[in-house]
């Protein structure tokens, strides 16, 4: 059998995902695909790592013990998201010690939303609601993607984020249907989370030839604005029927289009964020860097025990 | 080389870094009688703590009566490149029961 070379390899490759086929870990593949689905898989696995912690605060707050019960387990279940995504980005050549060492060190990025603090009960709620609904309408969409283990991974998650949301949902109402001051603290959360949670989405996508080949590779298969828009138009309308304000006076339905305006969010403050500098980055990283060396004894003991077993 | 040991390397105590064990395939069952199916992989140190994690990680929510691990490096697969490992050569319809006629519904007339 003679050898393949590149260009018969490329164009199988893309008649592949063409045809709607799942390109798996053995699999021949441009090195452009694979490296562009590692950047984004780790910093996805690091995003549900990190963002056990806003939540996570809460935890020995949180009123009542069905509330606690939740939240533990919604904060277990991020932290599974991350072992699972650290591992469907394993089976691209690149080991989860590299990548928790990238996230360590503050070489790696991850979601911007999660840098920003929780100083209220309402945040809790509200990022169960706003930001997993957000986070779900990514997802979904890239469970629809051409990697195989990486669309896996994503029905898998894409189930357990509906948890996510209802439980966020279920104690926002118990919130609006409260004290004057729980409902203030409800909005407040609003007014603090909408922009940082628009910006989820990333930027709008350059018109370039990557956003091009990565919808044609299916690595993403919607852009960011339509990504942004369809979290807008499922959202606004939940915010409303519990009364409460959405904090953009732009912020309507739009009959032409079908579909609510809103005014862009602050890109400049994203890049910020995103590159370190949002109001808890050094926070977030300090905590994980603290577990990371007060789990090493139990790592080490496990291990351990492994050789002896062996032995 | 198996999906899971796919970039796997040895597992190393040294250093800053040292959480990277081998990986172990899950297979989980939901009820006694289902088939066994893949659902993904856990790292772990040993196949004991394979299955305490796989269960953490793919059994903590809904029904399952059983998990399997086996190491991602001991499972032998095909290559996706190799296509002529599954080619059908020549037409295989003899063998599919949907190539032949299915009886006719007799009517019993008692001879």
Redesign the interface.
Known sequence: ?AEKTYEERFAEFEAYIARGEKI?????MPEEYRSELIRMMSQHAHSEIVGQLPEGNWIPYAPGFRRKLTLIAKV?DEA?HG??LY?AA????????DM??EL?TGKAKYANVFNYPTPTWADVGIIGWLVDTSAVVNQTMLAQGSYG?YA??MK?ICY?EAFHIKQGYDSIVALANGTPEQRAMVQDAINRWWYPTLMMSGPPSKLSEHTERSMRWRIKTKTNEQVRQEFVDLIVPQIRALGFDVPDPNCKYNEQTGHYDYTEPDWEELKRVVNGDGPCNKERLEVRRRAHEEG?WV??A??I??HK?AA | ?G??S????Q???SG??????E?YEVFHQTRRGDAHVH?????A??PQ?ALQMAR??FA??LKCSSLWVVRSADIT?T???DE?FFAQVFDKSYRDPKAFESPEKGKDDGC
């Open positions: 059998m798996e870990p053995g699999d021949w277990q599974g072992q699972l591992r394993e089976t691209l050549g690149k080991s989860r010690e928790i060492e360590l283990p896996r991974a898998r357990e090493r790592r080490e496990l291990a025990s492994k077993r | 080389m999906a899971g796919v970039g796997h390397k597992a190393q105590t800053m870094m040292d959480t990277q064990w990986t659902v993904g992989a856990v790292h140190p040993d703590m953490d990680q903590r929510r697969m290559d996706y490149q002529a």
